[in-house]
């Protein structure tokens, strides 16, 4: 229910019966009956020749005492009481012009009859007794302007005010001279307080910094119990009648909803009307103890009822879903109990293959916000070893990626991932023999071997798993292995099962496809491979590399960068980016070719050119990075070279780089991850064995750092590490025993240990070096 | 005109370019060098300021630790230290802030590439043919990789800094004229392009800036409506002849557009309410939500330069002067049709003479013909300290003018 108003308004307040509610603004004031079905104008209060700006009103209150008694505060400082009881047209009571600058804000005792507070932008706050001419008492806040002042309801002799610069003080009505306590609240202006009808003591504020605060003032030190982040500024704030936690707010700029919020869940409104055009500037619930009726006013020449169970709630459109990865590979996933129920329900051969994966479900007691927050939480617990990484270990240490010829590196690097079970990479590693080098080479069963396995199994799965979990894929790949022998009827399983596990991932949200995928290898029995090749496992940092680059706005500094668009483009031509039948679109091209060419390997030789294959290897290699398997994306990339690099942008390479690297590192391998770095062609990434390679010295006679250089000190002119066993100077590697602390050149040292184990020195120690 | 010879003298080698084609406007005197076909740069004074006596202004090397920490911020950020940081040093703490801001807008990551803060920053100062202000963006432009056409004027530029050549001719003389079609035009090509508002505020403002150089305060209400009319009137005889500016500056001039003053413009133009728009309630919070930071260093600009006080007033010590603070800030929004409800503007005219009102004016409107005669006309007995004071006061206050009645606009496009 609403009414048109004539003007803006700025401030609204109801009588004590609950029944007329006051607008006040630049160019009105006018009272309101609040009927069944409509507003009805009892009153207009702006009366007389010509518009005074004492008239012009930043505030009102209705007493909650006397139904006849409002008070205004003006633009211009004045304060205006009113009287309904007057005879006359003229409503007006009585003037107090004291205020310099603009009152904020005017508040009645909530008791006491004839007391009235104000607050101004002069930074003082005034006390008048209605029955004196003039003020009572004079309150200097000692800081910028006031924004707010409110009486307590609860104790009879304290008021808190609020401040432009971040502060609310609490102020004794019968001592004048200084506050009770003040402490900051807020960072920038504080524009509002509202002090909580039944809980004694506790104190809302909002302000500009957008958020909404409940303080205790009871304990000693003001303490911060609630805090509510908005997305503006906040203008008011008004407590629920009758719901302890729930209190109403809006805002003064941009955003013109009125929300209400239980305090204990700040992040999402119980509660939003949205029927406002433009700012709301004013709200007061109708009646103090009924938490149904809500008014409002605004900006946009309009006064609002709103009834509380017409008002959209937020909560329910939100669905509340929680991930998280456990220290050893467990996943947690809690969702909205209605949506788990349905899903389950559709997938119904779940529930029969769960030996590997243990299904906890249990209920949230939902206590502080009952029936909204009911939610279902599954846990996924890993076998214990299930999520090794000796796969990824024994990978690093055994490929080859360089100094030998591109054949051998291939072949290589092929036997060693079908050592280890990895049965696609070797397929990868033996296509690229045989697109990089001369098809006369590749031994003819090999060929054989790869030719059935290209053209039945490698495509499929690029297709139709859409990228999206490994698992599944080798899951089918492991059991085409098996039945090496067999192909064809290879093919008609594998299509039949990729066909159903596309159908799921378009059908499922992505936690719950999880147990589906396990539930592939498990027909086989063969856990063991099921889990080192899940992604998420292997990278659980891996998207958070990815997602920066295009989730912001390319700042201006890329743009500037040659490449940039580049980048652009081929970001949106991977598979990561568009959807899943994109993917398959883009890849189609891939189908083809590769059936084309395990023809031509076949029947007649090869002359297509290397270049022609050079877009399919890039995917592939994206293919590989975005199930994270990054160290097949940066292997390849070393060990082609020049063949492919240019077809893929700097970024993504040195992205690739960065995480293989970062891996490796976290497995402790040192030297492989140094042989990757020396072999990056990326110059960020070949920078990073150059950084901190200097070794500071101190001197062993004189104990200050060698400077200048590192073998002679410039203070005692002495060399300052010798070699026991040849006397000389030592300028490179110097091993030293911990026991003696006599060493020398390592190679003689190690010469030396092999015919005695005395100290080369001959001090008589019993040398040991680890 | 006056800034321009300020650029000249300084000699300092960054300024090279625009030193050898801004002296061509500093008149007089170089006849013998144009016969032979070269200009020379001349100093036409010593110092940073040619209104003030370089023996007034801080020698470098004598500054205390506060103020040398300024310096070399600044010129860490910039390069050089340049003669507004001279003599704005009068004034540490604002100093401090306005380099801040200066150098977040200017040179930190933001919604807008380098090139165009700084084309925009030209297109400002042009509207105020101060051509140190142009040639100083235009060295940064070409030395953050503009591209040097554009300089051949606003046609060939990007539409998107075209489209807001007419919002920047409003803004910069008559900016009660601002409408929410303004913004229109302007975001329909980005929606990130608000930000703009906002930067071309603050370039502005760094013109002022440069063109007041100096300033300050001294012994110190009618109604609005009179003040506003009256200060119509306001206005210098010794309209000098301003010669167009250098080479770039004449390609953004559009001379015919300049300030009129708001009462005795045509069309009736609502007067605005700071109690309906302010900064501190609304501008902060769209301006914060626009540029994320920009709204809490402007704010806090403004407030250091609302709220500087020594206590202080010519030789007197010990005086509240918010008073005079006020009056001269109201009077300025005054210009600009804005309006305090709570402010008696009687105090205005027992607090601002005349010949004090004639320097307000010319400097906040049209900054270009202020002369030293206007400078040293008023509050005589006051420290130049004391005049750089009100200078601060004149440019943040009609930056804040500015900037409500863009805001505004945007607010209500935006609704």
């Known amino acids: 229910m609403h009414c048109h108003l004539d003007a803006p308004a700025n401030a609204v307040s109801v009588c004590r019966d609950a029944a007329q509610v006051a607008v006040a603004g630049r160019s009105i004031f006018k009272i309101y009956a609040i009927e069944e079905e409509q507003f009805v104008e009892k009153l207009n209060l702006r009366v007389g020749r010509k518009p005074s700006l004492n008239l012009s009103c930043a505030d009102v209150v209705w007493h909650q005492m006397d139904e006849n008694l409002l008070a205004t505060a003006a633009t211009n400082g004045v304060v205006v009481t009113w009287n309904l009881g007057r005879p006359s047209r003229n409503k007006q009571d009585q003037l107090f012009t004291e205020h310099k600058r603009t009152v904020n804000k005017v508040c009645f005792h909530p008791t006491e009859a004839h007391v009235l507070l104000s607050g101004s932008q002069d930074g003082f706050m005034k006390c008048f007794d209605l029955r004196r001419k003039d003020s009572v008492s004079t309150f200097s806040g000692q800081s910028e302007s006031v924004r707010d002042v409110q009486f307590s309801i609860r104790d009879y002799f304290t008021f808190a005010s609020t401040f432009e610069n971040g502060n609310v003080q609490l102020w004794d009505i019968r001592r004048p001279d200084r506050c009770e306590r003040m402490f900051t609240a807020h960072n920038g202006p504080v524009f509002c307080c509202d002090w909580h009808p039944e809980d004694r003591g506790w104190l809302a504020t909002g302000g500009r910094d957008k958020m909404v605060k409940v303080w205790d003032m009871t304990t000693h030190r003001a303490k911060e119990m609630h805090c509510v982040q908005t997305i503006a500024s906040v203008a008011r704030v008004k407590w629920r009648p009758e719901c302890r936690h729930h209190l109403a707010t809006c805002s003064m700029m941009v955003d013109h909803n009125i929300y209400v919020w239980d305090v204990r869940r700040p992040f999402v409104p119980a509660a939003m009307f949205e029927e406002h055009r433009d700012v709301t500037t004013g709200i007061v619930w109708r009646h103090p103890h009924d938490p149904s009726f809500l008014l409002s006013g605004s900006k946009d020449s309009t006064l609002c009822q709103h009834l509380f169970r017409d008002a959209s709630q937020p909560v329910e459109r939100a669905n509340p879903e929680g991930l998280c990865y456990g220290l050893f590979g467990d996943l947690a996933f809690a969702a909205k109990e209605s949506l788990v129920a349905a899903e389950s329900g559709r997938k119904p051969c779940a529930g029969d293959r769960r030996h590997t994966i243990f299904f906890k479900r249990k209920l949230d007691s939902a206590e502080p916000f009952s029936g909204l927050a009911s939610s279902a939480l599954s846990v996924f617990e890993t076998e214990p070893g299930g999520g090794s990484m000796s796969w990824f270990v024994d990978t690093a240490e055994r490929y080859a990626l360089a100094g030998r010829p591109l054949a051998e590196l291939c072949d290589h690097n092929a036997k060693v991932a079908r050592e280890l079970g990895r049965n696609q990479v070797a397929q990868t590693w033996t296509m690229l023999r045989i697109i990089y080098c001369s098809p006369g080479l590749v031994p003819s069963a090999n060929l054989n071997h790869s030719v059935g396995k290209g053209s039945s199994c490698g495509l499929p799965l690029m297709n139709s798993f859409n990228l999206k979990d490994m698992a599944s894929g080798l899951g089918s790949e492991t059991r085409l292995d098996r039945s090496k022998g067999d192909t064809r009827s290879d093919t008609v399983l594998l299509d039949s099962s990729a066909t159903l596990i596309t159908n799921e991932d378009n059908e499922e949200t992505e936690g719950s496809d999880v147990p589906a995928d396990y539930l592939l290898g498990d027909v086989e029995g063969e856990e063991e491979e099921l889990y080192p090749l899940d992604p998420e496992h292997v990278h659980p940092e891996e998207p958070e590399y990815v997602l920066p680059q295009e989730a912001f706005p390319l700042r201006h500094e890329i743009v500037d960068t040659p490449s940039g668009p580049e980048h652009l483009q081929e970001k949106a031509d991977s598979p990561h980016v568009s959807g899943s039948e994109a993917d398959v679109a883009s890849l189609a091209p891939a189908d083809s070719s590769f059936s084309l060419l395990s023809i031509s390997h076949t029947l007649y030789d090869s002359r297509l050119p290397a270049d022609f294959f050079s877009v399919l290897v890039c995917d592939m290699l994206r293919f590989y990075a975005e199930q994270g398997d990054v160290q097949m994306a940066v292997s390849v990339l070393i060990v082609l070279g020049e063949r492919v690099r240019k077809d893929i942008d700097e970024q993504t390479q040195e992205h690739w780089y960065t995480s293989y690297i970062d891996l490796l590192q976290r497995f402790c391998l040192w030297n492989v991850s140094n042989q990757v770095v020396k072999l990056s062609t990326s110059r960020a990434v070949s920078c990073l064995n150059q950084a901190s390679t200097t070794l500071h010295v101190n001197c062993s006679h004189c104990k200050r750092p060698m400077s200048s250089r590192g073998w002679v000190c410039d203070r005692c002119h002495r060399a300052a590490s010798t070699c026991a066993v040849c006397h000389h100077v030592v300028k490179g590697l110097f091993v030293w025993c911990q026991g003696c602390s006599h060493g020398g050149h390592l190679q003689h040292v190690m010469k030396w240990l092999e015919g005695s184990s005395h100290c080369p020195a001959g001090c008589g120690h019993l040398c040991e070096y680890a | ?415």
């Open chain 2, 1 to 415: 005109m006056r800034l321009a010879s300020a650029a000249n003298e300084a000699y300092t080698a960054s300024l090279a370019v625009s030193e050898l084609l801004g002296c061509k406007q500093c008149g007089g005197g170089r006849g013998q060098d144009e016969e032979l076909g070269i200009r020379i740069p001349r100093p036409l004074g010593h110092g940073p300021s040619r209104f003030i006596p370089e023996k007034e202004i801080l020698q470098v090397g004598r500054e205390d630790a506060q103020m040398h920490a300024l310096f070399a911020d600044s010129f860490a950020a910039l390069g050089r230290l340049d003669n507004i940081t001279l003599v704005m040093v009068f004034h540490p703490q604002y100093l401090e802030s306005f380099l801040k801001t200066q150098h977040y807008l200017l040179q930190m990551d933001g919604p807008l590439p380098l090139h165009y803060r700084h084309y925009i920053g030209i297109m400002a100062a042009a509207r105020h043919q101060c051509s140190y202000l142009v040639n100083l963006h235009v060295n940064d432009f070409l030395h953050v990789g503009g591209d040097p056409k554009w300089l051949n004027g606003l046609e060939n530029a990007p539409q998107k800094l075209q489209n807001l050549g007419e919002l920047n001719k409003v803004l910069a003389h008559r900016p009660w004229l601002i409408t929410k079609e303004h913004i229109e035009v302007c975001s329909n090509v980005s929606d990130s392009f608000f930000e703009v508002e906002a930067l071309m505020e603050k370039m502005k403002q760094l013109q002022e800036c440069r063109d007041e150089e100096e300033a300050s305060q001294e012994e110190m209400a009618s109604r609005f409506e009179i003040e506003k009319r009256e200060s119509m009137f306001v206005f210098s005889s010794d309209d000098e002849e301003v010669t167009p500016a250098r080479d770039v500056s004449r390609h953004f001039e559009d001379t015919s557009y300049g300030y009129k003053d708001f009462s005795r413009h045509g069309m009736h133009v609502p007067t605005f309410r700071v109690q309906d728009y302010c900064w501190e309630d609304h501008g902060y919070s769209l301006v914060n939500r626009l540029y994320p930071d920009v709204g809490q260093l402007i704010d806090e600009k403004f407030h250091i330069a609302y709220n500087l006080t020594y206590n202080t007033m010519a030789m007197h010590k010990d005086v509240d002067t918010s008073m005079l603070r006020r009056a001269i800030w109201n009077y300025i929004h005054c210009m600009f049709g804005i309006r305090y409800d709570d402010y008696d503007y009687g105090e205005i005219n027992q607090l601002l003479d005349r010949s004090f009102k004639v320097y307000i004016k010319t400097v906040v409107c049209t900054p270009e013909k202020v002369t030293k005669r206007m400078y040293d006309s008023f509050w005589r007995q006051f420290k130049h300290s004391e005049k750089v004071h009100v200078n601060l006061l004149l440019i943040e206050a009609r930056m804040q003018a500015e900037l409500l009645y863009a805001l505004r606009a945007i607010t209500r496009y935006m609704t």
